[in-house]
């Protein structure tokens, strides 16, 4: 049970996901899954929905960060055309694993998170889009979907009321890309998943062109709590700006990998130290990625950096997914950047030249400045060609190329030149 | 002169009534039935392994799409292959956390082991090992996904009696 008292409340998403059973109906139930759902379709306005959403602080936790009530306001109404409602699933960012144990452990949480969120939004047809190699965790959600049907939950007239909603599991199949909403759409139109450019946002023309809400899997799993206790309950949890719990995926040098929910501004060092079980080697991280690969990486200075938006931002990073990679002293952070570049160039969509072109460079210098045939002018063009693609494509993928490249230039600049070929020789 | 390709030479596939069925329940799904391509890719994959030309021209004929939308398809996804692959399909994760916790020194072990390169089949049609991103497991590193069934927190121990108790079961299927 999540209690009434923000100051008590240890874990909103993860706080029935290690109960034995808990992805069946029945134990669900049990344990209290839909409960306040029939007050929320009986008693509730869409307008009162939103209102407590957006009173709550909640942000899209898939690595924006973009205010959740703020997005679901934008949603037209009485365009003539029906609303969409997409569930992002498709959990690809490096170091980002969160999602994965709600839908594999509490698939009805998200099932009800979605339910209220179609709701509020007018939405007949509902999509998980879920990444192709979670199969085990597609197979989980729709066992779950379909005893939600079966109990009158999802389809028509849900527990009888005049709210009807369909819920389907639509598989990706490898796609990093995809990911990004626009391409998630894309991908989910049955074309390869190449991000929109923008305007217009989804919430005016998304799916096919209708009016289409995409969230994140933990963000929509947060809104039953939120409706339950208020938006004022949620917004008390956490620190100013950043309101709530988080799922932190920790991976990388630490003993205890794996997730962890915390309030938001839990300094790195405690969620480290007390919850993973500290770094394999060493006081202090050689480095940290604090919210997935694509994020700036923070040095061993940010150690004590309170784990939310605004305090994550000044120190010159972003929260991201709240995927935590850390890197004790043994890490070798050029062979980890180039590995990096590989995947970006990898998973470039192609549609921009910065990004296509930009992405196969780097990985091409990295891989010769691990071999030791750089030289110094080399490293200009890691500089140069990093800041030339950021900020100038479709979608993000090419910042988040540049990013560990310009981290690595940044914060180790002596290592980088101990690979240069002039000081190896 | 345009690029065609010729399917008038291949030989014909098709879906069995059961599996048709299965796809019209997918296409209802959805405002269009172009959306149902990549789960109808996912099932005819399943079902023929893997997606030469004349199963994509059955899905494109299935879906009433045009090939060439078929195609463009399944070579953007890296999850759809137009080449078939040994009966254990190896893909280990050498992304950051699986990397930092010894990915590569495991995919290297294997590859030694089965006395192939990434990306190979060995002789017997057993096993293919490939490098794949980042799995979205990354608190069980290093991430090893056997014919999709994700192994965590994988040693080289482990895949030796992988190996080992897959080629036992081989023999074992022809004697």
């Known amino acids: 049970m999540i209690p009434s008292d923000p100051s008590k409340v240890t874990a909103i998403c993860f706080d029935r996901i290690h109960l034995p059973g808990q992805a069946t109906l029945e134990v669900a139930r049990k344990n209290g899954a839909y409960s306040y759902l029939p007050t929320v379709l009986n008693e509730m306005n869409r307008e009162q929905i939103i209102e407590q959403v957006k009173i709550s602080g909640l942000r899209g936790r898939g690595g924006a ?324 693609m950021a900020g100038r494509t479709i979608c993000a993928l090419a910042d988040g190329a540049a990013a560990p490249i310009l981290s690595l230039l940044r914060m180790f600049p002596d290592e980088v030149n101990s690979y240069l070929a002039e000081n190896k020789a | 002169m345009s690029m065609q390709v010729d399917t008038t030479q291949m030989e014909k596939v098709s879906f069995n009534a059961e599996q048709l069925e299965e796809i019209r329940e997918l296409v209802a799904r959805y405002p269009h039935p172009r959306s149902a391509l990549l789960p109808v890719l996912h099932l005819a994959q399943q079902h023929f392994g893997y997606l030469p030309m004349n199963v994509q021209q059955l899905v494109a004929d299935t879906l009433d799409v045009n090939l060439m939308q078929v195609r463009e398809v399944v070579t953007f996804y890296t999850m759809f292959r137009e080449q078939p692959t040994g009966k254990y399909l190896l893909e280990v994760c050498t992304n950051a956390g699986c990397m930092l916790n010894g990915a590569c020194e495991l995919l290297e072990h294997m590859c030694r082991t089965l006395g192939i390169r990434v990306g190979e089949t060995t002789p017997d049609g057993l096993f293919t090992v490939t490098e794949v991103e980042c799995a979205g497991a990354c608190g069980g590193a290093p991430v090893v996904q056997v014919n999709n069934v994700y192994h965590e927190k994988v040693t080289a121990e482990h895949m030796d009696q992988l190996i080992a108790d897959a080629r036992a079961q081989e023999d074992g299927g022809v004697a």
Not at chain 1, 192 to 210: H, L, M, N, S
């Open chain 1, 65 to 388: 960060g973009f205010p959740t009530g703020l997005k679901w306001s934008f949603v037209p109404r009485n365009t003539g055309k029906p609303t969409y409602l997409l569930c992002n699933a498709d959990e690809g960012e490096p170091g980002t694993f969160k999602d994965r144990d709600i839908m594999r452990f509490d698939p009805h949480l998200l099932i009800e998170g979605m339910i209220m969120a179609g709701f509020a939004l007018g939405v007949h047809d509902a999509y998980i889009y879920i990444r192709g190699e979670f199969l085990h965790e597609a197979n989980v959600m729709n066992a779950a979907i379909k005893e939600a049907y079966a109990a009158n939950l999802l389809g028509e007239h849900i527990l009888g009321t005049d709210f009807s909603m369909h819920l389907t599991v639509h598989r990706g199949a490898g796609a990093y890309v995809c990911g990004e909403e626009t391409a998630l759409i894309e991908s989910l139109e049955g074309r390869p998943g190449r991000p929109r450019f923008k305007p217009p946002f989804p919430a005016v023309e998304g799916f096919y062109r209708c009016p289409t809400v995409v969230n994140n899997v933990e963000t929509l799993a947060t809104i039953p709590a939120i409706l339950e206790h208020g938006g004022q309950w949620h917004k008390q949890i956490g620190v100013p700006n950043s309101a709530g719990m988080k799922i932190f995926s920790v991976s990388g040098h630490v003993n205890k990998p794996g997730n962890y929910e915390v309030p938001m501004g839990m300094p790195l060092r405690v969620l480290v130290e007390e919850y993973c079980g500290g770094l394999q080697h060493g006081d202090v991280p050689k480095a940290v990625i604090p919210g997935g690969s694509s994020t700036p990486w923070l040095g061993p200075e940010h150690y004590d950096v309170p784990l939310a938006y605004d305090e994550i931002h000044k120190a010159g990073s972003m929260l991201g997914s709240g995927a935590v990679i850390i890197m004790d002293e043994t890490a070798d952070v050029v062979a980890l950047t180039r590995r990096l570049s590989h995947f970006y160039a990898h998973e470039s969509c192609g549609q921009c030249t910065p990004c296509r072109e930009g992405t196969g460079w780097l990985e091409r210098v990295m891989l010769r400045l691990e071999a030791g045939g750089c030289n110094a002018r080399d490293i200009e063009v890691l500089q140069d060609a990093s800041e030339h």
